[in-house]
T-cell receptor, first 114, second 114 residues
Framework: EAAVTQSPRNKVAVTGGKVTLSCNQTNNHNNMYWYRQDTGHGLRLIHYSYGAGSTEKGDIPDGYKASRPSQENFSLILELATPSQTSVYFC?????????????FGPGTRLTVL | AQKVTQTQTSISVVEKTTVTMDCVYETRDSSYFLFWYKQTASGEIVFLIRQDSYKKENATVGHYSLNFQKPKSSIGLIITATQIEDSAVYFCAMREGGGYKVVFGSGTRLLVSP
């Protein structure tokens, strides 16, 4: 069964509306990440977390907030959605331990802001 | 700051041949991890192979291997005996040893034809 899940899988939002993307992982990983994927840019890091209660800014945090209420859950929040935030969003989890340094990705959420 | 660059946008090969995908990285850290991920047509992103900066031997997993050239800050992915199902987008990524942040390149699309 999938260890990283995202909801919703598809979302259509209106400009100026609030959007919350949710991610849940059952890997018991400390680290969690939010990326967006756009053509020509690959995966760009928005926010990440190294444990419950922590959130850190990635490379493109403007317009996004993150929340990590528990080890398992990590949310991405768009308070005032804009059309430029139309993208595919991926959540990932990982451990810090050097022996298990890779990330495990969720299936992605396709967000369209009209 | 961390940076990962993949200059090859797309590559086309005939099945059963060998292909090499390039990746160069920038870091000030002496300890870091380099990864290759594969994104299939369905959008799923999976981890393929990893190289730890302190290891001189090139990593190999199945028909994937790496060409790690530390003085050139280069980590190439080599796929031998390519198969149709290797058609995908391949991402190079890096994490610095003491950190949580993971940075991705923009990806290389591989098309394997009969």
């Amino acid at each position: 069964e999938a260890a990283v899940t995202q909801s919703p899988r598809n979302k259509v939002a209106v400009t100026g509306g609030k959007v919350t993307l949710s991610c849940n992982q059952t890997n018991n990983h400390n680290n969690m990440y939010w990326y967006r994927q756009d053509t020509g840019h690959g995966l760009r890091l928005i926010h990440y977390s190294y444990g419950a209660g922590s959130t850190e800014k990635g490379d493109i945090p403007d317009g996004y907030k993150a929340s990590r209420p528990s080890q398992e859950n990590f949310s991405l929040i768009l308070e005032l959605a804009t059309p430029s935030q139309t993208s595919v969003y991926f959540c990932a989890s990982g451990v810090r331990d050097s022996n298990y340094a890779e990330q495990f990705f969720g299936p992605g959420t396709r967000l369209t802001v009209l | 700051a961390q940076k990962v660059t993949q200059t090859q946008t797309s590559i086309s090969v005939v099945e059963k041949t060998t292909v090499t995908m390039d990746c160069v990285y920038e870091t000030r850290d002496s300890s870091y991890f380099l990864f290759w991920y594969k994104q299939t047509a369905s959008g799923e992103i999976v981890f393929l192979i990893r190289q730890d900066s302190y290891k001189k031997e090139n990593a190999t997993v199945g028909h994937y291997s790496l060409n790690f050239q530390k003085p050139k800050s280069s980590i190439g992915l080599i796929i031998t005996a390519t198969q149709i199902e290797d058609s995908a987008v391949y991402f190079c990524a890096m994490r610095e040893g003491g950190g949580y942040k993971v940075v991705f390149g923009s990806g290389t699309r591989l098309l394997v034809s009969p």
